[in-house]
């Protein structure tokens, strides 16, 4: 299957205080790699090359390299007063051109994350035209991150492969089937349908995050796929999740090494 790859790499991550002082939040290092090399090295190798990157905050710093490879950039100007949806919307140029050249599916990720590039593969497979993944050994991450899994969960409920439910607070484990990782993927179909409800939205895009905008598509009974996963990734939200990390990986068989 053709695809092509976003990653949203607009804002700061205010959460990791001095680290991104003169950085953006996806050039942190994690395992002697910035999070984004980490990312564009896992849509490669599961055969994307035509990537954009999303910039906002110090975006001069997220230019292609020897280290990098090659990857177009987009601009999100406003990235201090709007949310990771707004940041999405900035790609609709390289979205639209992507699919007249004969793409058929989008990947879009945070830029946050690291991720085994199996999971991309994964994604594809899902035939609905708006998808994500969802981790089934999350208690271990959320333990290993928070202590209490409880602390920072929230709901997830799937059926038979589509998300019923995500973005509530859980009363217990059983109100979780998994972790949302911050990895979906469209379909030109589910690529005009975002847009269309953001339409739909108006001013009100700047103040939505993704998991309030899955929240909106389960309302208007739209279908999104839910993939699962088991482990082989991380979400670094904080300079203390990159110090659980480090020391993690020092384990040999550790679930969520995505290496």
């Not at 299957?1 to 990791?16: D, H, N, T, V, Y």
């Not at 899902?126 to 999350?138: G, M």
């Not at 484990?173 to 739909?200: E, P, R, V």
């Not at 990734?233 to 993690?248: F, L, N, P, R, T």
């Amino acid at each position: 299957m053709k695809a092509a790859g976003i990653i949203l790499a607009a804002g700061r991550g205010s959460r990791m205080r001095n680290l991104t002082e003169e950085r953006p939040k996806c050039m942190v290092e994690l395992a002697g790699k910035p999070l984004l090399h980490w990312q564009l090295s896992a849509l490669r190798r599961a055969g994307i090359s035509s990537i954009l990157v999303v910039r906002g905050y110090l975006a001069g710093c997220l230019e292609a390299s020897a280290a990098t490879g090659e990857f177009a950039t987009a601009e999100n100007p406003r990235w201090e007063r709007t949310n990771m949806l707004s940041t999405l919307l900035c790609a609709d140029e390289f979205a639209r051109k992507s699919f007249a050249l004969g793409v058929e599916r989008l990947i879009v990720s945070y830029s946050d994350i690291v991720y085994h590039w199996e999971h991309i593969g994964a994604l594809l497979s899902c035939p609905e035209d708006i998808a994500i993944t969802y981790d089934t050994e999350w208690e271990a991450l959320w333990t290993l991150r928070f202590g209490d899994p409880l602390l920072d969960a929230e709901t997830f409920r799937q059926e038979h492969g589509l998300l019923r439910e995500i973005g509530g607070k859980p009363a217990s484990l059983a109100d979780i089937h998994g972790q949302y990782m911050g990895l979906l993927s469209f379909s030109q179909t589910g690529w005009n349908i975002m847009t269309k409800l953001c339409a739909d939205l108006g001013e009100a895009v700047d103040k939505t995050d993704m998991t309030s905008f899955l929240r909106l598509l389960l309302s208007r009974s739209i279908e999104v796929g839910a993939v699962s996963v088991a482990g082989k990734w991380c979400e670094a939200d904080s300079g203390a999740d990159i110090q659980v990390y480090e020391k993690a990986l020092e384990q040999r068989g550790w679930s969520h090494d995505w290496r």
